[in-house]
């Protein structure tokens, strides 16, 4: 791809704003995530994947997940254990008679909202860094819930000791073309600003013997189990639970179909703007179609050995895990392109703009990302 088509004009941001600001959780992610749970104490994961709102309440400690209706979305729950013949694998807990796999009482087509909890004693007080505006690794906003359109679904959890990242992409594709009070500025996004599209809740505090209990308002009461390495391991999504049609080995889509995927989103970032108050009128960048999946993390990626209580196959989204399930070899074996090589060609352009402006050469601004938004939905933090 020839520079130019990296400098589309449509980016507002300055090169300053490329660095995370000081003190941000994404700062310490590599470090947080180095050891697992000791004899005295056992590790919850709560992975989430999707569209949700992701809203941290410091006063009463609790977080909510709450997922706006989306007549396209499953709305599904699962707890894992490690899978003895995979050591990227896990294994679904949870299997029904009703559904072979998922917790899965939540549907479209509901008109009220499913209040659920994930019950457990979380240990000591949570060691949570606040997040704040402007953070590098997650999209975090600080408007107000709204008090008139409810999610479809919404989750109760404990206060989290960290939160990491699992699966994102390089950069933040909505549109910065608005004014210096519209949602992107107020919010103090960035173009480079990573952008997640499943999130790792982590509890690394849970005391030896307790036990945590996913308590559904229809009173099923569903056991989250420890597997052999002291890690609970319990995911929620909020996502469409089939893949649109591939048409390439890259897992690129048609023109039909793509535009189909650009209207999913359309409407789904729309049912998440609604849960807000003023509405927060986000958009994605004009004119770049989301036409391929979102790479994924290779087993070998640095990442998983600085965060070993999470596996690689963890960060399947439901439509990725579901068309696994079927299929023979590893769960990773269908997956078309890593994310690092996806984004290689933008992580070389913006090493190159660092250094043009480090050394002053060159009064640059971030430009549009070579690299087309992924299909997929994409979770936001509310904060205080």
Known sequence: ??????????AATPLVTMAPKAGAIGNRMAVTGSSL????????????HGMFVIAIDTKANKVYLKAPKVDTHAYRAQAFITDPN??????????????????????????????DTLDFDRGGASTLVPLDLGDAERIAVNSNLS????????????????????RETRFNYFDSSGNSTDSYHA???????????????????????????????????LQVPW???????VHFYAEPPTPPAQVDAMGRTDKATTAQVKKHLDMALQALDNLFDPALNLKFISGIEPDQALGYIAANDPWFASHPSVRPCEQLSLAERLQAQGQSGGCLDGMKTTIREQYAE????????????????????IMVPPTKPPRNCIPLFKIP
């Open 187 to 221: 919010n103090e996004m960035y173009g480079t600003q990573r952008c997640a599209i499943s999130h790792v809740l982590t509890y690394n505090q849970i005391p030896a013997k307790a036990e945590v209990t996913f308590l559904t308002m229809s009173g099923k009461s």
């Open 37 to 48: 749970a000791d004899g005295a104490t056992k590790r919850l994961n709560v992975v989430v």
């Open 86 to 115: 995979d050591k990227n694998g896990v294994l679904p807990a949870w299997p029904t008679q009703a559904h072979p796999q998922d917790y899965d009482e939540v549907k479209s087509t509901n008109t009220a909202v499913t209040n």
């Open 147 to 166: 008090t008139k359109v409810s999610p479809i679904w919404n989750v109760t959890l404990w206060m989290p000791d960290d939160i990491w990242p699992l």
């Open 227 to 233: 597997g052999s390495d002291g890690v609970g391991r």
């Open 346 to 365: 933008f992580q070389s352009f913006q090493d190159r703009v660092i250094l043009q402006s480090l050394s002053r050469k060159e009064n640059t601004q």
């Open 1 to 10: 791809m020839k520079r130019r088509d990296f400098v589309k004009g449509l």
